[in-house]
């Protein structure tokens, strides 16, 4: 018996007669219906995901240099990993404080990522650490409520930070050009705002989900 089935018996121990009873009965089974189709959306959602991590790893960075607006704008899209971690931020900036800084700090990072990757900045092992944004980021997302009092909102701008720094070295090796890395920011910061689009129950759905796909390209990398 599930926590959900035990608040359905509380409620029906708890009232005795009269109308009260009927109405806490029904608002326990309510809960324990939600919880259950929240359970079954959320794994529906890990498996679409791991799914597409599985089968999409490859196209996360082709290894060409693109150039013009419209590359640019296309680039995001082009791979899962930076596309998830797009929606990550999204959704985690909308349950921190002081989350709406959260955006432009990742677009900042990450277009100084960028810049030192076109000056020939490189790093080691950058397929696994970008795999790693995603899981750390989905998790965030995942855990923000519960981490609201333990994360200062420095420390996930740090983060956050971080993350996009690392993205941003991997795609300023793909693009060259003013012109398109306007258009690949353009899109990143219209991909962070539709992850901040969701409720509060869908956001931590969306968050855990991210995080499993994350752990599935880190599986797929290493």
């Given at each position: ?6 608040a ?15 109405v ?19 794994g ?7 799914g597409?991590a599985?089968?999409?790893?490859a ?5 060409h ?7 640019g ?20 900036s909308?349950?921190v404080?002081?989350g709406a ?6 677009l ?11 000056a020939?900045?490189a ?6 650490s970008?795999a ?13 409520p519960?981490l ?22 991997a ?8 012109a ?13 705002g ?28 290493v």
């Open positions: 018996m599930n926590i959900n089935d035990h359905v018996r509380r409620a029906g121990d708890a009232c005795n007669e009269g109308p009260a009873c009927a806490a009965t029904e608002q326990a089974a309510r809960m324990a219906r939600a919880g259950r189709c929240a359970r079954r959306r959320l529906a959602a890990c498996a679409m995901l791991a597409l599985v089968s999409l790893p196209a996360a960075h082709p290894g240099a693109d150039s013009g607006f419209g590359a704008l296309l680039h995001p899209f082009t791979g899962l990993d930076h596309l998830l971690a797009l929606l990550a931020v999204g959704l985690w909308r349950q404080r002081h800084v959260l955006v432009p700090a990742f900042i990072m990450m277009a100084l990522g960028a810049a030192c990757a076109s020939g900045f790093l080691p092992a950058l397929e696994t970008i790693a944004t995603v899981l750390l980021l989905g998790g965030l997302a995942a855990c923000a519960s609201q009092r333990r994360l200062p909102p420095q420390l996930a701008i740090v983060v956050a930070g971080g993350c996009a720094f690392l993205h941003g070295v795609h300023g090796q793909e693009l060259s050009g003013m398109s890395g306007a258009g690949f920011l353009l899109a990143s910061a219209l991909l962070m539709l992850g901040a689009l969701p409720g509060a129950r869908l956001r931590r759905m969306a968050g855990a989900a991210i995080g499993a796909a994350g752990l599935c390209l880190l599986a797929g990398v």
